[in-house]
């Protein structure tokens, strides 16, 4: 099931037959019983941010209590498995290229949310396309209704289809866990069509806040998920692992609302 949201103070739910994109493929490339985490979960939580370039971000460490000293092997460990796992994710995505194209040509529903939203931005808004893919058709769509584009995206072959299909557009290799509101500037509306379910549920909550910081007063936000009760599950998709997460309807409207 296909869940779009356009979000500012007020919210307008979009659903739209999107024949051919990620819905069909769920039912399709990703058969299977999906292969969970190990058992003793995904373990401690780290503090800075993975890289799909594998450095890691900055991050604020708060001291042990006197006489204790923190589980350093626990928390590398972890840091370690975010930044595999963020490598991982990228590496697949220069392996699909400009075939996610040819299998999902239908993006209707997508579109469609784009055209609610160009209706709501001033001529010449900036707008942050999150998981810019080969920037068709939402940077496209963008830059064709007079917006300021910049897209980010883990994968570097992602980065250079989609500055070769959109040159108006600007396109960075960047993971939206790593997202510098005061580098890039205020935007003033901010997509995320399909993107963040290739985070960790916890991670993407964390995403969702960085978009926030990065947007203006009033700023527009377009999200397109997949509407699914999974976290950090492992699945197949046009032939390689992926890990996805996602939620139900319902508790997305929850989510959004209260990464502000």
Known sequence: MLYLRLARHEEADMRGDMRGDMRGD????????????????????????GRADGRS?????????????????????????????????????DHIGEHY??????????????????AR????????????????????QLTTGGCTVTGID???????????????????RRDVLDLDAAALG???????????????????????????????PGGWLAVGMVEADLDDVEMRFLGQPVRVSGWLRQDLRRVLPEAG
């Open 26 to 49: 769920m039912r399709g490339d990703m058969r299977g019983e999906p292969r969970r985490p190990p058992a003793d979960g995904p373990g401690p939580e780290p503090v800075p941010s």
């Open 57 to 93: 971000s900055g991050g604020t460490r708060c001291l042990p209590p006197a006489g204790k000293m923190p589980d350093m092997t626990a928390e590398h460990s972890s840091t370690d498995r975010e930044e595999r796992r963020q490598r991982a994710q990228a590496a697949a995505f």
């Open 101 to 118: 194209d040819e299998v999902f040509p239908h993006k209707d529903g997508q579109q469609h949310a784009v055209e609610r939203l160009l």
């Open 121 to 140: 931005l001033p001529a010449g808004a900036r707008v942050l396309d999150v998981g810019s893919g080969t920037g068709l058709p939402t940077a496209q």
């Open 154 to 172: 883990t994968s570097q072959r992602m980065v250079d289809l989609a500055s070769r299909n959109v040159p108006q557009a600007t396109f960075l």
């Open 186 to 216: 205020a935007f003033d509306a901010a997509v995320a069509f399909f993107s963040l379910l290739m985070l960790t549920r916890r991670h993407a909550v964390q995403a969702l806040g960085l978009i926030r910081e990065a947007l203006r």
